[in-house]
């Protein structure tokens, strides 16, 4: 799912200075998950805000709402009263969420209050770590399912890069496995490492138009 | 409509003397709902429940809130009175004005217990009524072991109506059990004859187990035997795998005529026709293993019997002799009034072997000197150590053990042989640090705690006490990987969703799933992020 | 809203706190009057909207208590405790406000002066503390 991290305190706060009603709008999906910006953290970070404007002496009013995915347009227009009561919207939601947001409100300032990192999944409670790279031309049948894109530090398609420490480390990032150690262990579990032998062609990164469209053949 | 909640305060019999009352109930009588306030000198006796129930009954009242003493004690009492008076037990918030605000405080503290009141008011207008649920329970048990413990416990279970099956790993029940024979005088074999004749007891040899499913009143456990795998159903496991014996001796220094285990010791004692009669025995425990109940009875006995029945000269190395079992001190005593030789170090001997003879030396620490002393026996230190079958079984059940392996207590003096998981219990060796008193009183403990919870083929519960909410739950799976009782799974619901579902009968309702939500979608009666929530608004 | 009123708000687990409180008063232990003790089942159970809604309430301090290390009656409650406190200590910097108004104290459920120890310490902080 998508991975993201609630932005630095200090630079929420500098995005609502010259408002008195703002708010703060959740996703129950992909954020919710990895604890950035699901209802809880909507009313923690409603809380932060208010405790901190009260310090300053100068007070806000902090609404809270949330929608099990923000970006539909059918689950955000749920909150449709809740945005027009605001002067601004901090979304919790992964930057597509934001724009969502941003395209159906279209007069009011609608703020990012979390980074979308990467598309990942958790490797231990609390610890969510990228998988994939959204490259649009996946080859992870040929890898053993070890993505190499974002899990090798070099983005090798044709590793390892020979730099590969003791205990299967990666060169540049000691306390990173190495993605090619990786891939050799499972093609050799599966008695596929004759792949190992097969070169491949550098990756057509054309393959993904910015912005991606994909249209589904049926209706 | 306002919800009606009516309010009860209690003086406890006029123990209560720094509140003012009078300005107190003027005060809880404007807060929002609350439509009646009582006065009362004694709401836990009959006369002032007998004024509640109609006070209830006549202001049609929907929650009530008692500031009385500290919920600790009449919560549940309260509760059974407003079951009484026809309203679910469970809408009732105590507000403890008498520990934590009266007896806790100098001057007047009317403000505290008016504002406790006011927390209590908040929360019990969200509260929820809770049923009661039976749920069916599968009432056999398997108690996995063979020796000592396993065997009386399936004995015990048997006397008090329940079935047990007795799966044991070796081809016979009663292995092992020779040392605690010798030092305890009961006879294995009776008590192997007394499980067989049992038609209550199901007994499996040669049998492990492969695999565990479920929970309390519901385990599902492959086994698998010499034939082939079986599946069976029981309502608790009992562990009673036991410990294991090892010598604490250097490897080099070998077992043979002259280091003996105390088992081995045993069996000298116990022949007729022993060779030579040693003259010269040395004992050594407690160094290296602090726990060490088993090895100082072993010892001491094993030492009197050695000077009662050869009149041999009997010296015992030791760092500390505990004597916290039953008749320890006395057995202590007795050895040392018979002539047996006790020195104190406080490091390990040195032991070596010298043509055929045992040598020990240590530093005696009341002489300060080295002492040497040449045997012809020597009674080796053992470390008293989990068994493998406990590890295993451990893992299977996905329980946990303390740092030496054995078995962990969910509470050491309070549920002290029960898992963190219901429904599991242990007994015995694999509990660690026991003499056979303790191993008595578990046993017995373990049969009550069994048939307290199986008997009937049904366990009363608090039905969807907490619930994770299929709506909201987007199966994340953390409650499941958090819960430290083990009794959330995933399950299936109509659509083919799969959410988490929290069993009635394995949760113990601490809320670490209901805080850990990163969906909040899990519902814990009673203490509800609102119903905490609106406590704190209250101040 | 009202900032710092002077009342701390203490998490009580049933367990430990909770009847180390009562042992308190039955022992005339006295200890400040501004203490509002909420039970809950298990520290586990206070989480960081509860610790940030009393500081939003106006409250002064905040305390999580729980039992001792390695004695939760319910095994990994008082370290999630522990940890959701470190965080909401972060938290509460972020928006200037003293860290060290929110705290966790473990403590067994016969150590009455372990409790009122807890709350004349935070007493004193609230007071120490400029924010």
């Known amino acids: 799912m998508i991975i993201a991290e609630r932005k630095p305190m200090e630079e929420i706060k500098q995005l609502i200075v010259p408002y008195r009603k703002v708010l703060v709008a959740g996703c129950g999906t992909c954020v919710a998950v990895c604890w950035a910006g699901g209802e809880k953290e909507v009313g923690i970070l409603a809380s932060q805000l208010r405790l901190a404007r009260s310090v300053e002496r100068n007070e806000i009013s902090i609404l809270e709402a949330t929608v099990e995915r923000q970006c539909e347009r059918e689950m955000v227009a749920e909150i449709k009263d809740k945005v027009a009561e605001a002067e601004a919207v901090i979304s919790l939601a992964c930057g597509s969420g934001v724009q969502t947001m941003a395209e159906m409100f279209e007069d009011k300032p609608v703020f990012p209050g979390v980074n979308t990192t990467f598309i990942g999944m958790p490797e231990r409670e609390g610890l969510w770590v990228e998988m994939c790279g959204a490259c649009g031309d996946c080859f992870l049948d040929r890898t053993g399912g070890v993505c190499p894109i974002v899990r090798c530090a070099k983005g090798l398609l044709n590793g390892p890069c020979g730099g590969t420490r003791k205990g299967g480390k990666c060169e540049i990032d000691p306390e990173k496995d190495c993605a090619w150690v990786l891939i050799y262990r499972r093609l050799e579990k599966q008695g596929r490492l004759d792949l190992m032998r097969n070169y491949y062609a550098p990756k057509n990164y054309r393959a993904v138009k910015r912005p991606g469209k994909v249209q589904a053949a049926k209706a | 409509m306002e919800t009606k909640i009516g309010v009860f305060l209690c003086n406890c019999g006029e123990a209560i003397k720094n509140i003012d009352f009078d300005a107190a109930v003027k005060e809880i009588a404007k807060f929002p709902g609350v439509t009646c306030v009582n006065l009362s000198s004694d709401l836990c006796l009959e006369e002032g429940k007998k004024k509640m129930i109609s006070c209830i009954r006549e202001e049609n009242l929907e929650r009530v809130v008692v500031a009385a003493c500290s919920p600790e004690f009449h919560e549940h009492a309260f509760g059974e009175v407003l079951e009484k008076a026809g309203l679910n037990g469970r809408l009732l918030s105590m507000a403890n004005i008498r520990e934590q605000c009266s007896w806790a405080h100098d001057g007047d503290v009317t403000g505290k217990a008016v504002e406790l009141v006011k927390m209590a008011v908040n929360r019990v207008r969200l509260l929820q009524p809770m049923e009661m649920k039976e749920l069916p329970v599968n009432n056999e048990v398997l108690v996995v072991g063979g020796g000592f413990s396993a065997i009386n416990t399936a004995l015990q279970l048997s006397r008090v109506g329940l079935r047990t099956t007795l799966l044991e790993k070796e081809a016979a029940l009663g292995t092992g059990t020779e040392e605690l024979e010798s030092l305890c005088g009961f006879d294995t074999s009776s008590m192997v004859s007394a499980v067989e004749a049992d038609k209550n007891i199901k007994v499996l040899t040669s049998a492990r ?93 094993n030492a009197l019997a050695a000077k009662r029945r050869w009149g041999s000269e009997v010296y015992v190395f030791y760092k500390s002799v505990k004597v916290d079992s039953e008749g320890a001190e006395i057995l202590y005593q007795e050895a040392r009034d018979c002539g047996v030789v006790f020195l104190k170090s406080e490091v390990p001997p040195r032991i070596d072997v010298d043509n055929g003879q045992v040598k020990i030396k240590a530093k005696d620490v009341f002489l300060g000197e080295d002492i040497i002393l040449v045997c012809d026996v020597l009674v080796a230190e053992e470390l008293h150590l989990p068994t493998e079958e406990t590890a295993n079984l451990s893992s299977l059940l996905n329980i946990r053990r303390d740092s030496r392996g054995f078995c962990q207590e969910e509470n050491v ?116 992020d609102e119903e905490i929530l609106a406590q704190i608004e209250a101040i | 809203m009202r900032i710092m009123n002077g009342h701390i708000v203490a998490f009580c687990c049933e367990h430990s706190a909770y009847p180390a409180a009562d042992s308190a008063g039955r022992l005339g232990l006295h200890y400040p009057e501004n203490v509002r003790v909420i039970r809950v089942p298990c520290a586990g159970r206070v989480d960081l909207i509860h610790i940030l809604k009393a500081f939003e309430n106006g409250a002064a301090a905040v305390l999580v208590m729980g039992c001792e290390d390695g004695a939760c009656h319910h095994i990994t409650g008082n370290t999630r405790a522990k940890e959701r406190v470190k965080y909401s200590e972060i938290l509460l910097k972020e928006v200037n406000i003293d860290g060290g108004r929110v705290r966790m104290f473990n403590l067994s459920p016969n150590a009455p002066h372990k409790f009122v120890r807890a709350v004349n310490e935070m007493t004193r902080i609230t007071k120490e503390s400029g924010r």
């Open chain 2, 413 to 528: 003096h309070l549920y002290p042989v029960a898992s963190e998981k219901k429904g599991i219990f242990f007994v015995g060796g694999c509990r660690g640090d026991l003499d056979l008193g303790r191993v008595l009183t578990d046993i017995s403990s373990v049969v009550m705690n069994v048939y307290e919870l199986l008997s009937s083929g049904k366990i009363l519960v608090e039905a969807e006490k907490v619930e994770a909410d299929p709506q909201k739950c987007v199966a994340c799976l953390t409650c499941i990987r958090v819960c430290p009782h083990g009794a959330i799974q995933l399950v299936r619901i109509n659509g083919g969703k799969e959410v988490a579902g929290i069993s009635d009968l394995a949760c113990y309702a601490c809320g670490i799933c209901a805080a850990i939500c990163p969906a909040k979608a899990i519902n814990f009666q009673s203490y509800r």
């Open chain 2, 209 to 301: 187990v492969m695999e565990v499913d479920g929970k309390i009143g519901d385990f599902s456990v492959r086994i698998r035997q010499e034939g082939g795998e079986i599946l069976r159903k029981y309502g608790a496991i009992v562990l009673a795998t036991g410990h294991q014996t090892e010598l604490a001796l250097d490897c080099e220094l070998k077992l043979g005529l002259s280091i003996v285990s105390q088992e081995e010791f045993c069996r000298m004692l116990g022949n007729p026709s022993l060779e030579t009669e040693p003259k010269t025995i040395g004992f050594i425990f407690d160094f290296c293993d602090e726990n060490s109940r088993f090895p100082t009875l072993a010892t001491l006995n």
